[in-house]
């Protein structure tokens, strides 16, 4: 029954932020792991981020140091906060959230950083 909703993208110019955020329904989001994985035209899908129920956090090194994810269960969220973005960064982002042997995903935001 889970759902997942991203919204947040846009167009940015290199060296801009912005903050995806993934809404839950559903269900409780607080026992699964939640991850931002990204698809640039003609690449194949990569994580960027990961975070756990106890709110332990992975990232890709491509985007160390300059994306934050983070989740606030009271309501039902997960963000994922990019700052100082680069062209290469363009993608569509998806949020994913795993418990087990379930998987649910959301229909993706696309961020497109261009001049």
């Known amino acids: 029954q889970l759902r997942l909703v991203e919204s947040g993208g846009g167009l940015v110019q290199p060296g801009g932020s912005l903050r995806l955020s993934c809404a839950a329904t559903g269900s409780s989001l607080d026992r699964y792991a939640v991850a931002w994985f990204r698809q640039a035209p003609g690449k194949e899908r990569e994580g960027v981020a990961r975070?756990?129920?106890?709110?332990?956090?992975n990232y890709a090194d491509s985007v160390k140091g300059r994306f934050t994810i983070s989740r606030d269960n009271a309501k039902n969220m997960a963000y994922l906060q990019m700052n100082s973005l680069k062209p290469e960064d363009t993608a569509v982002y998806y949020c994913?959230?795993?418990?087990?042997?379930?998987?649910?995903w959301g229909q993706g935001t696309l961020v497109t950083v261009s001049s």
């Open positions: 975070i756990t129920s106890n709110s332990m956090t």
């Open positions: 994913n959230a795993r418990w087990i042997a379930l998987e649910v």
